[in-house]
């Protein structure tokens, strides 16, 4: 089974279970995919958080890093290589797309509202959470 997150055409969110796209798809097409909150049949995928699996460990002898530390790696990096443009992530996201600035990695926060925005725009973003780490 694969769950995605899906969207009402009223911004309601919720989670869906399927088979795979092609069985969202179908469903979708036939109307039988409805909103549990507002009942309306206008329902598409939206992008969901990240997700990291973790494979089986390798049997070379080396013990691989816990997960933690690939986490901490990752989230060092995106600090470290994406301007941090704050609040004002889906502005220059969007100045970005339409070329009214340069082309640069940003990372940042937007509202849900904004999230829409960048959404009705065909601008693709990651949303990745930035875990509180102890040093």
């Known amino acids: 089974m694969i769950i995605y ?4 055409s009223q911004g309601h969110t919720f989670e869906g279970w399927f088979k795979g796209r092609d069985e969202f798809d179908t469903e979708s097409a036939f109307g039988r995919l409805t909103c549990p909150v507002c009942g309306v049949p206008e329902v598409d995928i939206v992008p969901s958080g990240g997700h990291i699996s973790r494979s ?13 530390s690939k986490t901490k790696l990752l989230m060092e990096y995106i600090e470290k290589n994406f301007d941090n443009v704050g609040p004002k992530f889906a502005e220059e996201a969007i100045k970005i797309h339409f070329g009214e600035i340069d082309a640069r990695n940003i990372r940042g926060t937007m509202t849900v ?14 949303k ?8």
Do not use: N
Not at 5 to 8: E, F, G
Not at 56 to 65: F, L, T
Not at 116 to 126: C, H, K, N, S
């Open 5 to 8: 997150d899906l969207k009402c």
């Open 56 to 68: 089986a460990p390798e049997r070379s002898g080396h013990r691989q890093a816990p997960e933690h």
């Open 113 to 126: 509202e904004e999230e829409q925005d960048l959404q009705d725009e065909g601008i693709g973003y990651w």
């Open 128 to 135: 990745v959470p930035f875990p509180k780490f102890q040093s």
